[in-house]
C-alpha cells in the first residue's frame, strides 16, 4: 500500500487549504483511513479519521476541518478551513490497511506534506 498526499503550502490566519491522499497497491481493505500532524517539538497527534462513514475530529478542529473520502478513488480529503497558526505542522495520510482477507492490519504512513499558517 502507497500514499501519496498532496496539497500543503503557506497560507494566512484565516485561510483555507485542502490536502488529498490517494491510496494505491494491492490491498483488501483500507479502513479507518485519516490524518495526523507534527508541529515541530511537538508528538504527532491524530488530525481526522473516517471510518465507514463516520468521523472523528480532533477538538482543535472540531467545526473547522472536514474529512471525506471517495471509496471509488481510495481517496481522503481534510478541508481544512479558518486556519490557524497553531494548526502549523507536517500533516501525514495514515490507513489502516488488510492486504487479504485472511492477513492482519497495519498502519500504512503517506510521506508527510507542510502546512504552514502566517499569522
Known amino acids: 500500500v502507497q500514499l501519496q498526499a498532496s496539497g500543503g503550502g503557506l497560507v494566512q490566519a484565516g485561510g483555507s487549504l485542502r490536502l488529498s491522499c490517494a491510496a494505491s497497491?494491492?490491498?483488501?481493505?483500507?479502513?479507518?483511513m485519516g490524518w495526523y500532524r507534527q508541529a515541530p517539538g511537538k508528538q504527532r497527534e491524530l488530525v481526522a479519521s473516517i471510518s465507514d462513514g463516520s468521523t472523528n475530529y480532533a477538538d482543535s478542529v472540531k467545526g473547522r476541518f472536514t474529512i471525506s473520502r471517495d471509496n471509488a478513488k481510495d481517496t481522503v480529503t481534510l478541508q481544512m478551513n479558518s486556519l490557524k497558526p497553531e494548526d502549523t505542522a507536517v500533516y501525514y495520510c495514515?490507513?489502516?490497511?488488510?492486504?487479504?482477507?485472511?492477513?492482519?492490519?497495519?498502519?500504512?504512513w503517506g510521506q508527510g506534506t507542510q502546512v504552514t499558517v502566517s499569522s
Open positions: 497497491g494491492s490491498f483488501f481493505s483500507l479502513n479507518p
Open positions: 495514515n490507513a489502516r490497511g488488510q492486504i487479504t482477507f485472511w492477513s492482519g492490519s497495519r498502519d500504512y
